[in-house]
């Protein structure tokens, strides 16, 4: 059984810089796709960014290219989503999602594990 479990929220101000971590064990294959996903408050979810562990190519929602950086650890089996420049609409509940084959894609209904969270509020 795949599970996922994403850190590194918590409470920054505008402009601060964050890094959100996903670790992942159980898997049955060596390479995968690792999705995040944001969810602002009364939002619905939708995709920022994705890597494939195999080849590490990455894929970002436009909104969010060139502040969000997403990189792999495989050493660790960890996924981490840099975010700078944080702005407020940058709140919310972050989700990583695990798929096979290692794809990227931006899209939750082709993820088939889900981490529980991780909150970012941004307050000045």
């Known amino acids: 059984q795949v599970q996922l479990v994403e850190s590194g929220g918590g409470l920054v101000h505008p402009g601060d810089s964050l890094r959100l971590s996903c670790a992942a064990s159980?898997?049955?294959?060596?390479?995968?796709?690792i999705g995040w996903f944001h969810r602002f408050p009364g939002f619905e979810r939708e995709g920022v960014s994705s890597?494939?562990?195999?080849?590490?190519?990455?894929l970002y929602a436009d909104s969010v290219k060139g502040r969000f950086t997403v990189s792999r650890d495989n050493t660790k089996n960890t996924v981490y989503l840099q975010i700078n420049n944080l702005k407020p609409e940058d709140a919310g509940f972050y989700f990583c999602a695990y798929r096979y084959p290692p794809i990227t894609s931006l899209y939750e209904d082709e993820y088939d594990y889900w981490g529980r969270g991780t909150q970012v509020t941004v307050s000045s």
């Open positions: 159980g898997f049955s294959y060596d390479y995968y796709a």
């Open positions: 890597i494939s562990t195999s080849d590490g190519s990455t």
